[in-house]
């Protein structure tokens, strides 16, 4: 995938995982500025796609020693993941639609 693709993922990723999420409601109660927001979001946009360069562009060595050093942050007291139920929906919508080609 060219490094433009996954910039463009990157982003896709990261506004559909912030969209109505804690920073926009911070932000709408004025807690946060849109300066804050901006680079917060501008933060995360870099997080993951310099994540996903690594796992779908750079050597599997390369790949391997960012995860070997990510995982030492591994968040013991977080809950584990589970489907988003907004992404889902989305999902079975767009899985109903016509297709109608590239777009």
Not at 36 to 58: C, E, H, P, S
Request: hydrophobic share 40%; charged share 20%; proline share 5%.
């Amino acid at each position: 995938m060219n490094e433009d693709t996954v910039k463009q993922l990157a982003l896709i990723i990261a506004a559909n995982c912030l969209e109505n999420g804690i920073v926009d409601e911070l932000h709408g109660k004025g807690m946060i500025t849109d300066e804050q927001k901006q680079a917060f979001n501008k933060q995360v946009g870099d997080r993951i796609y310099t994540f996903l360069l690594y796992l779908l562009n750079k050597p599997s060595q390369q790949y391997s020693a960012l995860l070997e050093a990510l995982a030492q942050k591994y968040p013991e007291d977080w809950s584990l993941p589970e489907l988003d139920t907004h992404f889902t929906e989305i999902a079975g919508k767009a899985v109903q639609m016509p297709h109608n080609g590239p777009q």
